[in-house]
């Protein structure tokens, strides 16, 4: 069964810090999809990044950048140098041809919720 | 304009009232999904829709129905609200065409509380 899992339930970083969250997934499929998304205080979603699991090339999108290693079934997602409008709760999640048998929906995980002190 | 509306965004209602929760979508997207988060859990799938005769139930349909009543459109309802539904729900939706990574596009989501 597909799975994703984000160990780290809240983390409080002062700013200007680095930070990673971790995303550790499960899946029988070889062809599998990974996103993450940022939820800040208002509620929405909003869209960081896509993977699919031919790719294993990390991405640099200015502050954001992240680790894809599929030996090790991660996709870790780090914030250089955060600011306070880094707070918010970040989900990583997953795709792949076996979600919910055929629905193609994402599997999240529980989320992440960090918190950047001034 | 917003590509995936949500209407309405904020509702209050008491136990045992039904409840509609309407989602529309302008991407020309064929597939439509429904999603609850609540605290601390993520979000889990209640139902999904691959085209307008196509309805399928999530890991937590139980509660819920949907209408899907045109590519566009496609409503949940919880027939007789419990305080155990107060989440925030979310619709999605995606195409099926194979070059999508399986990306789905989420509305602003709804806000619902059941007293």
């Known amino acids: 069964a597909q799975k994703v899992t984000q160990a780290q339930t809240e983390i409080s970083v002062v700013e200007k810090e680095d930070v990673t969250l971790d995303c550790v997934y499960e899946?029988?499929?070889?062809?599998?999809?990974l996103f993450w998304y940022k939820q800040p205080p208002s509620g929405e979603l909003v869209f960081l990044i896509r993977?699919?699991?031919?790719?294993?090339q990390n991405e640099i999108s200015g502050r954001y950048s992240w680790n894809f290693q599929k030996s090790t079934s991660s996709f870790n997602f780090t914030i250089t140098a955060s600011q306070v409008v880094d707070s918010a709760v970040y989900f990583c999640?997953?795709?792949?041809?076996?979600?919910?048998?055929?629905?193609?929906?994402?599997?999240f995980g529980k989320g992440t919720k960090l918190s950047v002190i001034p | 304009d917003a590509d995936v509306t949500q209407t309405p965004r904020n509702r209050i209602t008491k136990t045992g009232k039904r409840i509609m929760l309407e989602c529309s979508q302008t991407?020309?997207?064929?597939?439509m999904y429904w999603y609850r988060q609540d605290p601390g859990l993520g979000l889990r799938l209640i139902y999904y829709?691959?085209?307008?005769?196509?309805?399928n139930k999530g890991e937590i349909s139980d509660g819920y129905s949907v209408s899907r009543q045109a590519q566009a459109k496609f409503s949940l309802s919880l027939e007789s609200a419990i305080p155990n539904q107060t989440a925030l729900y979310f619709c999605?939706?995606?195409?099926?065409?194979?070059?999508?990574?399986?990306?789905?596009?989420f509305g602003p989501g709804t806000r619902l509380t059941v007293l």
């Open positions: 999640a997953l795709s792949d041809s076996y979600s919910g048998a055929g629905s193609y929906q994402l599997t």
């Open positions: 991407k020309g997207h064929d597939r």
């Open positions: 993977r699919n699991s031919f790719d294993e």
């Open positions: 999605a939706t995606a195409t099926s065409d194979r070059s999508s990574y399986n990306e789905q596009f």
């Open positions: 899946t029988r499929d070889t062809t599998y999809y």
């Open positions: 829709s691959f085209d307008v005769k196509d309805i």
